[in-house]
């Protein structure tokens, strides 16, 4: 018997539109970010898919995100989790600058790294590593023993927390990481075995 994992980026927030770094910053979807989380929830409801246990961060995008996947479900009345060890990438000095502006200023291939390797951290804030080492161990403590046990688990989250998540599950490596984007709202569905280990990716 195996358990259902469900990773779900959080829609377009208010600071995607604008292109800002958000890492801890608090910033509510969008209009568009409000419809694809919506999407999400239509889909896992076409799938058939009822979740056991919902987790999500400590910020509004991804927590709304879920209440709106929950409410196109039909699902009412449940307990969320809700844990800051499934925050975004603290972004340190770059939360709140403009994307573009801060290529200007440091150039293309700083502001990259910064953004998708696994060991550079932006200054002041953390890198996918340093992300990684407060969202596994919750991971592996909070959610995978229901996953072990045949559960079906949803998880709202970040973009990098998220790609914390799936490096660890899928086994990439520091470099294939770097080139894995997660887009906002789109669900991907892993079946977990009993032992914890990747039993399959199920396309969405
Ligand atoms: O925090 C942010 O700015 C975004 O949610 C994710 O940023 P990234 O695309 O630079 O990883």
Redo the contacts with the bound molecule.
Sequence with gaps: MSGTLILV??GQ?E??LKN????W?NPDLTEKGVEEARAAGKLLKARGIVPDLYYTSALK?AQSTLDLMLEEMGIENVTIIRDQALN??D?GD??GLN?DDARAKWGEEQVHI???SYDVAPPGGESLKDTAARTLPYYEAEILPHLKAGKTVLIAA???SL?AMVMDIEGLSPEEIVKR?IATGEPTIYRIGAKGELAEKVAA
């Excluded at 800002?20 to 890492?23: A, P, V, W």
Aim: charge should be positive.
């Design positions: 980026r959080h927030s600071w995607n800002l770094f958000t890492g910053r995008r975004e990438r972004y770059l939360a994307k910064w953004r998708r970040h973009g990098n790609r984007e």
